[in-house]
């Protein structure tokens, strides 16, 4: 009879442990599927931060070029009317700031995603230039309204 007792504890424990296991194992397997799902839904909200994080900065930036093309537009008809000696001056200078603004666009329209570290790095060296154009235009329109 301490056999049978003892057979039956031991295999008590052992089908115990291998139920236990199995359930253990199940709730591992489905924890880890939870996990993925959550890093999916996380994945895909960074991505669409990402995407908007792009077009909004480039509606911005392409309003800081209209911007721009408009002081420049301004300057061009300042200089028709004006009879100094520096108008050739100011005609290379509108046409240097013109040629900044319009590679700013270009290089702007032509940008390629590339992950988001080249995105970061391409939205920091775009608004340097952009902020160093933006002094260009304002400098010469000081320029050009203190000689006059």
């Keep these: 009879m301490k056999k049978s007792i003892l057979?039956?504890?031991?295999?008590?424990?052992i089908i115990g442990s291998t139920l236990t296991s199995c359930n253990t194992t199940a709730e591992k397997v489905?924890?880890?599927?939870?996990?993925v799902t959550e890093a999916n839904v996380d994945l895909d909200?960074?991505?669409?931060e990402y995407i908007e994080e792009i077009v909004k900065y480039r509606?911005?930036?392409?309003e800081a070029?209209?911007?721009?093309e408009k002081s420049?537009?301004?300057?061009?008809?300042?200089?028709?009317?004006?009879?100094?000696?520096?108008k050739a001056e100011y005609v290379a200078k509108v046409a240097e700031l013109e040629k900044k603004n319009t590679d700013m666009k270009y290089k702007m329209d032509n940008y390629?995603?590339?992950?988001k570290e080249g995105w970061i790095?391409?939205?920091?060296?775009?608004t340097h230039d952009m902020i160093e154009l933006a002094k260009a235009v304002n400098e010469f329109n000081v320029n050009n309204t203190n000689t006059k």
Excluded: P, S
């Excluded at 489905?30 to 996990?35: G, L, P, Q």
């Excluded at 070029?65 to 721009?68: G, T, V």
């Design 7 to 13: 057979v039956f504890a031991v295999t008590t424990l």
């Design 65 to 68: 070029i209209a911007a721009n």
């Design 112 to 115: 390629k995603e590339e992950g």
């Design 72 to 86: 420049i537009a301004e300057f061009k008809a300042r200089i028709e009317k004006d009879k100094k000696g520096a």
């Design 121 to 126: 790095l391409f939205r920091d060296e775009f």
């Design 45 to 48: 909200k960074a991505n669409k």
């Design 59 to 62: 509606v911005e930036k392409a």
């Design 30 to 35: 489905e924890n880890a599927e939870e996990k």
